[in-house]
């Protein structure tokens, strides 16, 4: 069993172990095939071909034979290029193909193609995964497509869009849209319950609403508009009536059949074409002629009968208005077809001859001969018979009248009379264009019963049947003729700018529409058109000319007022310069002249400004007034020699010194102006030619010794008198300088320093009290040996001792100079006189010769000169120099003789026309003329009169076309064949139809075509109406009589009356007053009227001077400040007793308040003057000077405004000033005598001190002349006033002083140095030496050494000339030589280092010119803004001409002004409501309704109602309601039967809204809606009811409306919510569903807990003054009061105090017996849960008391401080000097 079992279980195990390997063996052999692949995918994978991007297409032609080419390569996955057998050659990408070569030309053959945009996509439908939001609030963002392709124009084939793309980027294909969100259908409220639709039995009720906005953009349909209740009045007594007798609607008109189709029972034709010409001319005649008497008695009767006396008749009255609406339009077309009825045969027959009576009668007894045939009517027949034969007679009586009468007259008369009745003739309905003809309709009576179904008629119990049948007009559509030729051109000349004309062409209506036919189409046709031919002149054209500009005028500017400078003539500078703009008629064969120049000025005749188009040429500018420039002359010069007057001619012996200078700009005017620029003094002995001394040589000691007396030789130049250098031997004559006598001191000499340079002398010249001195000094600087023993033995002086120094007085030199005497001479020149005409040359003086110049010829100016002696006046002429005598004769430039130039006058100003003023007073016309060129130069003054007026002639009758109606035909009845089978009905009397004529008159009364009436005036009159031809039984009475007057207001009665007609005074019925009332009386009416003001004052307006209307030039007003006293206005509006507006004049009132006003003049800035020019702010280099205004009264009323002003409300000034550095120098006196210490007393020599004085002079051109503050010169420039050094001793040598120090090398550097030298004066003894005669010194930065650099100061204001205000100025800058220590010094250093001075002193600027606003006239008063009412205005206008610039008064606010009109009633047509739909003689169907059109009267605010008042008022007015002349005031309409569902009338259009959110539009457009409703009457038929409609428009110019929900108070667990619109309308639908409150909070599981209530949040909560205690699960578990601070009292055992957080504490527990009184509570909460007033009180005194406590320790806790003396600060402040004023401008 064991072997068996193993041996058994080896082939298992085996097959288990070889399976295991051979599943191994095949997981290996995969995965060396998975390697493999993906082993040779990578290798393949490394290399790709990359292409690049395709070149430009190349081709010899354009189009598409071109090719273009790319580059190819390999390139590894990574990145970088290899070799190309890395990749498969099979696979390589193309490098070149065909293309299409894009020339330019192509532009204009291919464009792109776009398509229509697509829907809008939702972008979050093509992002998968995106959520849409659950509430939308602005919309969805959206993408929409298109398709985008190139084509080509020509065939639309599609191109390559490479070609497109050459010229323009392809447009995109993608954009951005907005889905808007859904808008679901807003609907209104419900309306009240109707009635019960059954008085009895089962009913229903209705309460329908509208539907406000439509639904849009997928929203929610709209709801029921309807619901329905049943309703149950109360039992039915008998049984309910189930059927009702409907009416159908009247058929279409059907013309009667002739006679013998009646007979043979022709059915009636119902097209007016159908019927023969014979029948129908027949009813033509018989509808137009005259009846006789009686006829038209009865006529009349019948024609007012619809008015008045239906009532008693009880048939037609409802048909008595049917046709009004048809015969509207019904009468327009009776003209043609009545000429066609006359003029049809061509051929005069004998009837055409008899006259027009003999053709009534012939009507008449044809008329006759047509009576009833039966044998019943044969009694009637036998009685016409009889009053025909009366009539007959009558009529031959008549016609023999008339024959009689017509033979009387002459052939002109008959002739006019004839031309008369034609004329009347083509205006009657029988005219070929009216064809007017009376036909009947019929109309359907059925049964129904209240299921709709339709039964027997028998079924509908009713006693009398009604009417089916009525008269009607047969309608005709409008036709008209062919068009006529085109009219000429309106324009018959060429356009210089191409505008073309007009021409027209019309027809005429040949048939008008009749009875609700097809309106007319256009009757003219207008297109535009040029003149043709070779010949057309060119058009008048109309251009802009302008006057002279007038002179320039120049504004003060409000910071260079002076009060000093009163006269200001002498003004220059910008300003401003106006002209008169005004329209002339050109002539185009010229060229228009040119109006700058005066010699192609023509004057032309000027013509109304608004036949000119175009902007009008300016009628101001800025211009500029050349500032004078004054004379500038240099300084004098130093007097020159004694020379002759003319060296060339010395004969004369006289000789002057002269003196001059020079004029140093270019005055305006020439030098005529500048003072003299020479002086003269007498002198002797003249020379022309002197030799100057420019130096002396060295002392050379004669016999060539070392020292002791020598000589100097001088070296000399020739000079002239003016100082110039000339030839020496021009100087031959002259003394030539000798040398001077000089000495070398020898070692024991004294040695004196060499002399100073002469000063300038004293005085210019010598007189009796004054004498011209110069001086110069020297000084000692050693003594010489033994001087001090020389006092007592002479000869050791000479043996032992040198020279001797001299005494103090030969220290100093003095001689006289200017000895010459103090007369001056000068020559003193006058003005130039006038330019007088030279007679030596011919006159060309005139305006017309040569316009353009503004001289015509060459005359001469005079001027005196004379020799003045100065200080003592005029001596003759022989004392100044001859030879610098000025000018007394020039020539000169004659101007012009300028005439004055004026227009034509222009044409007479139209008169008002009479259509449009008011009142009897007479106008004026005007006409003017304008001045072109103003006279000068003695030219020919202008005229007195520019401006002319007369009374206008009489006016002229606008014209204008009127209806005139003419009167009404006989009154046709239905034919007798259809109505005859109606009960009731007579042949002879009935309800019918009338017609009349109407024809176009002018306003004069004359003959006009109808199409002027179309065109011109208003509707045309109905051409039918309804009428009742009275039965025998019908009362017949008259009209209404006028009502009696009254004897006064408010006293009496008045009545009115009217009579029976006819047979009817007969009829006992008839004389029922209470039915037929034959008078009527009423109270008089009680008129009282009350004046009141309406409305505001109008704008203060000024009383107008005489002004020319019609203004045809445009005239700038200047600067006229327009205040003063003017008037306001206020409106009267006049009432009566019944609160209606009535005419102003019933009040006794001229409709106006008036009260006097002011307007305040405008108050300029007002500044003060100028203060002095401060001082330069630097003394040495470039600095600034000063001066400034102040504020002394501000602007107001639209005065001139203050210029910028600082915080101190002051104006500055600011100039560039130079202060010289050398404008003060430093002058120091010679050195005084040494004062030597008393040990060195014996050889008067060793240490000693001398002193001298240094003085701050100022510096001029004649050198140091006064002496000044020290403070002004430089204290580093002074020089010493004492020196300590050592006097040399006898045989010490001497030196001169120190000469000044070289200059430093630069750039200053350690290296550098400086030296100084002086030379040996005395030589040394013997075993002496000199001291060394150069000095050396370092150069050090900023202390010896110094660098030197320009410093450019900032631009100065602008600067203008002297009497300038504006305009061109010049604003400079200066350059500073700064030191490299910031020192300023003189520019010379600077210059002398030849420094780059780069930049521009001066540049140009401008000041602002004050240009005042410049406005024009005020426009005439316009038209009243409305025709009647309160709130009408006149208007009136003007414009800015000239904008205000810089300080000029700025424009006033006011540019318009109104005043009220005069209050008129504002009167009306207004309907009346529509009448309840009846159809007459049965319960539902067809019928009418009807309303009233009245004369109403409103103040035309919209606030008050309108008032009925009587229809007279509104006689004035063209009949028309809300603007239609269409009056319709009766129409069809439908009386539902009993138990029918039906729809309700469209609602009105809802108003336009749009599609918003938060209140702005997103593009949607607006929309607005109407909507039917259905209503019910009985609960069976409900299943039969229509749908309710709904109809969506949209519109223009809608609101946005928001809708949010509105919530009610609580009630129990429930409150209202509701939507409401933002204009307050609650509605159904708008609110989003998802935010609507919660309006029911019922608490699941109910709230059972004492204390506990339902919370907003829908949880059990606690009531006030309780707090919940919850469960674990989270529920109310109970609600247990607050509880609150207790205090025990002193009585209180207790020991301890809890303290517990309380909130909204309830009232404390009663507290147990035996312990009341001991214990008292807190409660800092009040029961409504706020803190109550005294713990505010508590907590504040706390803070009180802490911030107390604090205070107190820090006042203890404080050290105190020393006591510190106090200093006088002695620098002095600068004192401020402002205007204390208003600092807000």
């Known amino acids: 069993m064991g072997l068996a079992g193993r041996g058994a279980g080896m082939p298992g195990r085996f097959g288990v172990f070889l399976w295991r390997i051979s599943s191994s063996l095949l997981f290996l052999s995969m995965w060396e095939l998975l390697v493999d692949a993906q082993t040779a995918a990578e290798t393949k994978a490394q290399y790709i071909w990359e292409t690049g991007p395709w070149g430009r297409c190349m081709g010899n032609e354009c189009g598409p034979g071109g ?145 406000l906005a439509p639904p849009l953009f997928g929203g929610s349909a709209c709801p029921n508009l309807t619901e329905f209740q049943s309703c149950q009045l109360g039992p039915c007594d008998g049984e309910e009536s189930l059927y009702s007798l409907r009416v159908g609607p009247w058929g279409p008109c059907s013309v009667p059949m002739p006679r013998p189709a009646r007979q043979a029972g022709t059915p009636p034709h119902t097209d007016s074409s159908d019927t023969p010409a014979k029948e129908s001319e027949k009813l033509l005649t018989e509808d137009g002629e005259k009846k006789p008497r009686e006829g038209e008695k009865t006529s009349k009767g019948g024609e007012k009968q619809p008015e008045e006396g239906l009532k008693e008749s009880g048939k037609g009255k409802k048909q008595s208005k049917v046709g009004e609406k048809q015969g509207k339009e019904g009468g327009k077309r009776s003209k043609e077809g009545r000429k066609r009825s006359r003029d049809g045969d061509d051929k005069p027959s004998r009837a055409d001859k008899l006259s027009r009576a003999e053709r009534k009668l012939a009507r008449a007894n044809r008329r006759l001969s047509d009576g009833p045939s039966t044998q019943e009517d044969r009694p009637k027949r036998q009685k016409k018979a009889k009053n025909k034969e009366k009539r007959e007679k009558k009529r031959e009586k008549v016609l023999q009248r008339l024959r009689e009468r017509g033979k009387a007259k002459d052939p002109e008369t008959r002739e006019l009379i004839k031309q008369k009745r034609n004329k009347n003739r083509q205006n009657r309905p029988g005219g070929k264009s009216w064809a007017l003809q009376v036909g009947y309709q019929t109309r359907e009576v059925t049964c129904v019963h209240k299921s709709g179904a339709v039964e027997a008629l028998g079924l509908c119990s009713q006693e009398m049947l009604p009417v089916t049948f009525q008269a009607c007009v047969m309608t005709k559509d409008c036709d008209v003729t062919e068009w006529s030729d085109w009219s000429l051109c309106s324009k018959q000349c060429n356009e210089a700018d191409g505008a073309t004309g007009e021409r027209t062409r019309t027809r005429r209506v040949s048939q008008f529409p009749i ?693 101190v409300n002051q104006v500055y000034e600011v100039v560039p000033c130079l202060s010289d550095c050398g404008q003060y120098i430093w002058v120091a006196e010679p050195w005084s005598v040494w004062k030597v210490s008393s040990v060195d007393l014996k050889d008067n020599c060793g240490e000693g001190v001398q002193t001298r004085k240094v003085r701050c002079m100022l510096n001029t051109i004649d050198g140091p002349s006064e002496l000044v503050e020290d403070y002004l010169c430089d204290p580093e420039e002074m020089p010493l006033g004492a020196r300590n050094s050592r006097l040399p001793c006898p045989e010490d040598c001497v030196l001169s002083d120190w000469g000044v120090w070289s200059p430093c090398p630069l750039p200053c550097s350690v290296n550098g140095s400086r030296e100084r030298s002086a030379s040996p004066l005395r030589l040394h003894g013997a075993e002496k030496e000199c001291p060394p005669t150069t000095e050396i010194e370092p150069c050090r930065l900023n202390n010896n050494c110094f660098h030197y650099s320009y410093n450019i100061t900032d631009w100065s204001t602008c600067q203008l000339s002297e009497r300038a205000v504006c305009g061109m100025g010049i604003k400079t800058r200066m350059l500073d030589c700064v030191r490299s220590d910031g020192k300023s010094v003189d520019l010379k250093f600077c210059k002398e280092l030849g420094l780059d001075r780069k930049w521009q002193m001066n540049a140009s600027c401008v000041v602002e010119c004050p240009v005042n606003c410049q406005l024009s006239d005020w426009s005439p008063w316009s038209e009243c803004t409305h025709n009647c009412g309160l709130g009408g205005k006149l208007w009136r206008r003007r414009t800015v001409l000239q904008a205000p610039q810089g300080d000029g008064r700025p424009c006033p606010a006011q540019m318009e002004q109104w005043k009220p009109c005069l209050v008129k009633p504002c009167y009306s047509w207004r309907y009346s409501a529509w009448s309840q739909c009846k159809s007459e003689g049965a319960r539902c169907g067809e019928g009418l309704r009807f309303r009233n059109v009245s004369c109403f009267v409103s103040d035309g605010s919209g606030q008050q109602d309108s008032s009925l008042v009587e229809e007279e008022l509104c006689g004035d007015l063209e009949p028309s309601v809300d603007g239609d002349t269409h009056i319709v005031l009766q129409e069809t309409c439908t009386v539902p039967c009993p138990g029918e569902c039906y729809l309700t009338d469209w609602t009105v259009w809802s108003p336009c809204q749009l599609s918003c959110v938060s209140g702005k539009d997103l593009g949607f457009g607006s929309v607005q809606v109407r909507s039917r409703a259905v209503v019910a009457q009985d609960p069976d038929n409900l299943l039969q009811c229509p749908e309710q409609e709904l109809e969506a428009r949209p519109c223009t110019e809608g609101q946005c409306f928001e809708y949010n929900w509105r919530t009610g108070p609580w009630r129990s667990s429930s409150r209202p919510v509701w939507c409401q619109r933002s204009d307050g309308l609650n509605v159904t639908g708008g609110c989003p569903a998802t935010a609507k409150p919660m309006a029911d909070r019922s608490c699941d599981p109910p709230c059972t807990k004492p204390r506990s209530l339902c919370t907003e949040a829908g949880v059990c909560g606690c009531e006030d003054g309780y707090t919940e205690v919850m469960t674990s699960d989270g529920v109310l578990d109970q609600c247990t009061v607050i509880p609150v601070l207790e205090i025990p009292t002193a009585g209180d055992n207790r020991a301890d105090v809890k303290t517990i957080r309380a909130f909204n504490p309830a009232m404390p527990e009663a507290s147990s017996p035996g312990r009341a009184g001991r214990t008292w509570f807190l409660q800092p909460f009040s029961p409504d849960g706020k803190l109550k007033t005294w713990v505010y009180g508590v907590a504040a005194g706390a803070f009180v008391l802490l911030v107390f406590i604090i205070s107190m320790t820090y006042l203890a806790c404080k050290k105190p401080k020393r006591p510190q003396r106090r200093q006088m600060n002695n620098r002095l402040k600068p004192l401020t000097l402002a205007y204390d004023g208003d600092a807000d401008m």
């Open 515 to 1207: 009875g609700g036919g097809a309106d007319c189409p256009e009757l003219e046709e207008k297109e535009p058109c040029r003149p043709l031919g070779d010949g057309v002149p060119p058009c008048i054209d109309y251009s802009w000319k302008t006057t002279e500009w007038t002179e320039c005028r120049v504004d003060v500017l409000l910071s260079q007022q002076d009060r000093r400078r009163g006269n200001q003539t002498g003004l220059c500078g910008g300003g401003i310069q106006t002209r008169e703009v005004y329209c002339v008629q050109t002539s185009t064969d010229t060229p228009p002249p040119n109006m700058g120049s005066l010699r192609s000025k023509e004057a032309l005749r000027p013509i109304d400004s608004d036949l000119c188009v175009g902007i009008s040429p300016n009628t101001t500018q800025l211009c500029h007034i050349s500032c004078p420039v004054e004379c500038e002359v240099s300084a004098w010069s130093a007097w020159g020699p004694c020379t002759y007057e003319n060296c060339e001619d010395q004969a004369a012996k006289k000789g002057f010194k002269l003196r001059k200078r020079k004029i140093v700009n270019e005055p305006t005017g020439g030098t005529g102006n500048c003072p003299h620029l020479v002086e003269a003094i007498p002198c002797e002995e003249p020379s022309c030619y002197d030799w100057l001394v420019l130096r002396l040589d060295e002392c050379t000691p004669d016999n060539d010794m070392e020292c002791g007396p020598g000589t100097q030789i001088p070296q000399v130049q020739c000079v002239n008198s003016d100082g110039e250098y000339v030839e020496r031997q021009l100087c031959r004559d002259a003394i030539l300088p000798m040398p001077a006598i000089c000495e070398v001191p020898c070692p024991k000499d004294c040695a004196l320093s060499p002399w100073t340079p002469w000063s300038l002398c004293s005085h210019t010249c010598s007189g009796k009290n004054t004498e011209g001195k110069q001086t110069r000094a020297r000084s000692i600087l050693a003594y010489n040996a033994g001087e001090a023993t020389a006092k007592v033995v002479a000869w050791v002086t000479v043996k032992q001792g040198g020279i001797q120094c001299p005494n103090a007085s030969a220290l100093q030199e003095v001689r006289n100079c200017n000895e010459h005497p103090c007369t001056v001479y000068h020559w003193q020149t006058g003005a130039w006189g006038q330019c007088i005409e030279d007679s030596s040359i011919p006159n060309t003086n005139t305006s017309a010769g040569r316009p353009d110049h503004a001289s015509c010829s060459v005359g001469m100016q005079t001027r005196k000169v004379i020799c003045v002696r100065v200080n003592v006046g005029q001596v003759p002429p022989k004392k100044c120099p001859e030879s610098t005598r000025p000018d007394t004769v020039r020539p000169c430039l004659l101007p012009c003789k300028r005439d004055c130039v004026v227009t034509p006058y222009s044409d007479w100003s139209p008169c008002p026309s009479t259509c449009k003023a008011g009142g009897n007073t007479k106008k004026k016309q005007y006409r003017k003329r304008i001045i072109l060129q103003t006279p000068a130069n003695g030219g020919q003054d202008c005229p007195e009169v520019l401006a002319q007026e007369r009374e206008c002639e009489a006016p002229s009758v606008c014209q204008g076309y009127r209806w005139k109606t003419h009167k009404w035909r006989r009154c046709q009845l239905v034919p007798w064949s259809v109505r005859q089978d109606s009960p009731g009905a007579q042949e002879t009397c009935g309800p019918g139809m009338q017609v009349r004529a109407v024809s176009c008159r002018k306003q004069d009364g004359g003959q006009a075509e109808v199409e002027a009436c179309l065109q011109f005036s208003s509707s045309m009159p109905p051409l039918t109406q309804p009428c009742q031809l009275p039965c025998q039984e019908d009362c017949q009475l008259s009209s209404w009589s006028k009502f009696s007057p009254c004897t006064a207001d408010c006293v009496g009665a008045r009545t009115r009356k009217r009579m029976l007609v006819g047979k009817s005074k007969k009829q006992d019925q008839c004389k029922n007053h209470q039915m037929y009332p034959l008078s009527e009386t009423q109270y008089c009416p009680c008129n009282k009227y009350n004046a009141q003001p309406v409305g505001n004052w109008s704008d203060c307006v000024l009383p107008e001077g005489v002004r020319m209307e019609g203004q045809l030039g445009m005239k700038v007003q200047g600067d006229i400040k327009e205040c003063g006293q003017g008037y306001r206005y206020q409106a009267m509006v006049c009432y009566d007793q019944d609160n209606r507006i009535v005419e102003t004049s019933r009040c006794n009132s001229h409709g106006y308040i008036e009260e006097a006003c002011i307007i305040p003049c405008p108050s300029d800035c007002k500044l003060s003057e100028w203060s002095n020019w401060s001082r330069c702010s630097k003394s040495c280099g470039s600095g600034v000077k000063v001066r400034s205004k102040w504020l002394r009264e501000k602007p107001y009323n639209g005065g001139r405004p203050c210029p910028k002003l600082d915080h």
């Open 67 to 211: 090719s273009q080419s790319r580059a190819v390569w390999c390139a590894h996955s990574e990145g970088w290029t290899t070799m190309y057998n890395n990749c498969i050659m099979k696979d390589k990408p193309e490098t070149q193909q065909s293309c299409f070569r894009v020339c330019d030309w192509h532009k204009d053959q291919y464009d792109w193609q776009l398509g229509a945009w697509n829907q809008c996509v939702p972008v979050l439908t093509r992002n998968a995964g995106a959520q849409r939001p659950d509430v939308c609030t602005h919309g969805e963002e959206g993408i929409q497509t298109r398709e985008v392709g190139c084509v080509q124009k020509a065939e639309a084939e599609p191109a390559e869009d490479a070609i497109c793309e050459y010229f323009e980027p392809k447009p995109r294909l993608e954009q951005a849209c907005l889905i808007p969100c859904p808008l679901d259908c807003v609907v209104s409220e419900f309306i009240p319950w109707t009635p019960c639709s059954k008085t009895c039995g089962i009913g229903l009720q209705n309460r329908i609403r509208f539907v």
